[in-house]
């Protein structure tokens, strides 16, 4: 076993120790021991709440899959070998998955909002909705970054496209899936709660009222909030010298709370806009 693990050991940078928790590069994975045994994790620069930690410096692995470490050049970013990468396919699919999961049970507790009697004031449900989207959004995080980088949102994966840290081929198998699971979701949910679906009509984050609130306003507003998001999640599980602040440990925390602040602060901004959509297939999934 020793030996096995000496063979193993090709660092992903110059300053990683060799202890048995360290990360290495095997062939287009990384792997690190524990107890004994093996996990292997991809390398991906996108990953949400890594703090760009889990890249690799291994040319051979980066002329494969640009995307292990932070893209230099246009180039890499447009390849589009990757789309023959089993291994992209397979996060896309749990990307995909992890949605389907995540508008399920974030949608449940949206229809929950509509059933609230007249005595809940709109500042309790919107305190609630904001909290439910803190735990909801960190918990899968937490489970699919290792697995597929945790975006579980098109306008996240669009955004480290365009900051260099995802490619176009994954990108656009990562914002299919996220939205064909998203959509799938919210059929699955709407045949579990039968004619308890969204019985008031109105969806929170989707349903607009536009004698209230014009097209313009509308656009605005979705269009700040969504910018903070972006903004803010960047900041807190993507920036590298976060990393050296919080870790990857705290990180995905503080992107479920940009999810959580949007929320109470979009919500009772205007009375014909119910709050922040952020995620495109949220409003298709309504159709």
């Known amino acids: 076993m020793a030996e096995e693990r000496k063979a193993a050991t090709t660092a992903l940078s110059p300053h990683q120790s060799h202890d048995p928790g360290s990360f290495h590069a095997i062939r287009n994975r990384l792997s690190f021991t524990n107890g004994g045994g093996s996990v292997s994790e991809?390398?991906?620069?996108?990953?949400?709440?890594?703090?760009?930690?889990?890249?690799?410096?291994?040319?051979?692995?980066?002329?494969k899959q640009p995307d292990a470490a932070p893209i230099l050049?246009?180039?890499?970013?447009?390849?589009?070998?990757?789309?023959?990468?089993?291994?992209?396919?397979?996060?896309?699919?749990?990307?995909?998955?992890?949605?389907?999961?995540?508008?399920?049970?974030?949608?449940?507790?949206?229809?929950?909002?509509?059933?609230?009697?007249?005595?809940?004031?709109?500042?309790?449900?919107?305190l609630y909705a904001a909290a439910f989207n803190v735990i909801g959004l960190t918990l899968f995080i937490f489970s699919a970054a290792p697995a597929s980088g945790g975006?579980?949102?098109?306008?996240?994966?669009?955004?480290?496209?365009?900051?260099?840290?995802?490619?176009?081929?994954?990108?656009?198998?990562?914002?299919?899936?996220?939205?064909?699971?998203?959509?799938?979701?919210?059929?699955?949910l709407k045949l579990g709660l039968g004619d308890a679906f969204f019985p008031a009509g109105v969806i929170p984050g989707c349903t607009v009222d536009p004698t209230l609130a014009s097209p313009g306003q509308l656009f605005i507003l979705e269009y700040v909030f969504s910018q903070a998001l972006i903004f803010t999640a960047f900041g807190v599980g993507l920036d590298p010298r976060q990393g050296k602040v919080f870790g990857p440990a705290l990180s995905p925390v503080l992107v479920g709370f940009t999810l959580g602040f949007?929320?109470?602060?979009?919500?009772?901004?205007?009375?014909?806009?119910?709050?922040?959509?952020?995620?495109?297939?949220?409003?298709?999934?309504?159709?």
Not at 42 to 63: C, I, M, S, W, Y
Not at 95 to 108: H, K, M, Q, V
């Open 151 to 188: 975006h579980l949102n098109p306008t996240i994966t669009i955004a480290t496209f365009f900051a260099g840290l995802c490619t176009l081929p994954r990108a656009i198998l990562y914002v299919v899936a996220q939205c064909v699971g998203a959509i799938i979701g919210c059929y699955w």
């Open 262 to 287: 949007g929320t109470l602060a979009s919500s009772l901004a205007n009375p014909g806009y119910t709050g922040i959509c952020m995620c495109p297939y949220r409003s298709s999934s309504d159709l």
């Open 73 to 126: 050049n246009i180039k890499d970013a447009l390849r589009l070998d990757g789309f023959r990468n089993i291994e992209l396919w397979r996060m896309a699919i749990i990307e995909g998955w992890g949605t389907f999961l995540l508008i399920s049970c974030l949608g449940a507790g949206a229809s929950g909002l509509t059933m609230l009697g007249p005595s809940t004031s709109q500042f309790a449900a919107t």
């Open 42 to 63: 991809t390398a991906f620069a996108g990953r949400v709440g890594g703090n760009q930690e889990f890249v690799a410096d291994d040319e051979q692995l980066l002329k």
